[in-house]
């Protein structure tokens, strides 16, 4: 269990970094992002990307599997707010900045 919550918090680092990938402009179609679960990384398509005020939502979808995430954009930092993850490897569990993780 202890791997799984690391590999939680490795993900919203991942999440937190792929944050500038979606802030680009779209003149070029945008690469597959990679996320690292449990020390196996997944490659998938694109996330698709919306911004609501200073908070920037990044959702990845994969065959039956899905990660959402939202960071708050403060200054040049990305500050992870929350990431859930469904059916990753037969993995589902979610992370909460400063809340319980499931």
């Excluded at 791997?3 to 402009?25: D, K, M, P, T, W």
């Excluded at 065959?63 to 995430?69: F, I, K, L, N």
Aim: hydrophobic share 40%; net charge positive; glycine share 12%.
């Amino acid at each position: 269990m202890q791997n799984r919550l690391s590999a939680l918090g490795f993900a919203l680092i991942v999440g937190a970094a792929s944050v500038a990938g979606c802030a680009q402009a779209q003149t070029v179609p945008r690469k597959a992002a990679h996320l690292t679960l449990g020390g196996v990384t997944h490659t998938v398509s694109p996330a698709a990307c919306s911004q609501d005020q200073s908070y920037r939502t990044l959702d990845l979808r994969d065959h039956d599997g899905r990660v959402e995430a939202v960071v708050l954009l403060s200054g040049y930092r990305a500050i992870p707010q929350w990431v859930k993850i469904r059916n990753v490897d037969g993995f589902t569990g979610s992370f909460w900045e400063g809340g319980v993780g499931s």
